[in-house]
């Protein structure tokens, strides 16, 4: 089974709608990941706390988003807070491995986001259309130790952990483990 990842649907939760993502979205996340320094910190885009993530001009991220919205071998959607209709993060099923009906996981939720359940049901909605209308078997991340937030949300969704990555990040001179998750097909319970 090849899964269709050119179809760009829209998901409806309670919480959040997951919509295609567009290019100028790209202007609501760079502003999400500049006004949010813990973006940086809890994805490894930067090694200390002083350290500025590295942008790119807003062209530039407007045509990576505009290309991922015709992209045929990734899934990137806008995660919408139903609430507030704002634009406050993206969902990333990618890196389709056709052989073995896999692919890898990311998010990226604001701070208007948080704490609230959307990441919960955002990453909940992806990951049963990436079982139900994909095909995917497999469906992996990678998070890193100081994020115990996230691996709780992954974990409440259904990813296991599978194994760490030991000492993966340097960040403010200490290292940092990652942690590797998935959740499988056979596993899966809306």
């Not at 996340?29 to 813990?38: L, M």
């Not at 090694?47 to 990576?64: D, F, V």
């Not at 990618?94 to 939720?109: H, K, P, Q, V, Y």
């Amino acid at each position: 089974m090849t899964a269709d990842f050119a179809a760009k649907p829209t998901l409806e939760g309670e919480l959040v709608t997951l919509r295609p993502i567009r290019a100028e979205d790209a202007d609501v996340i760079d502003a999400i990941i500049r006004e949010d320094t813990e973006i940086a910190r809890l994805t490894g885009s930067v090694n200390a706390s002083s350290q500025e993530p590295e942008g790119m001009p807003l062209e530039r991220l407007r045509e990576i988003y505009g290309g991922w919205a015709e992209a045929d071998d990734r899934l990137v959607l806008a995660v919408i807070d139903r609430g507030s209709g704002g634009l406050v993060g993206e969902v990333v099923l990618a890196g389709w491995d056709e052989g073995n009906r896999s692919c890898w996981f990311r998010t990226l939720i604001g701070a208007a986001g948080r704490g609230r359940g959307l990441g919960t049901e955002a990453t909940r909605l992806i990951v049963d259309y990436g079982f139900r209308v994909l095909g995917l078997h497999r469906i992996t991340l990678e998070v890193y130790d100081f994020n115990p937030r996230a691996r709780h949300v992954y974990e409440k969704v259904g990813f296991v952990h599978e194994g760490t990555g030991r000492e993966a990040l340097l960040f403010d001179g200490e290292w940092i483990d990652v942690h590797y998750m998935a959740v499988l097909e056979s596993n899966w319970t809306a």
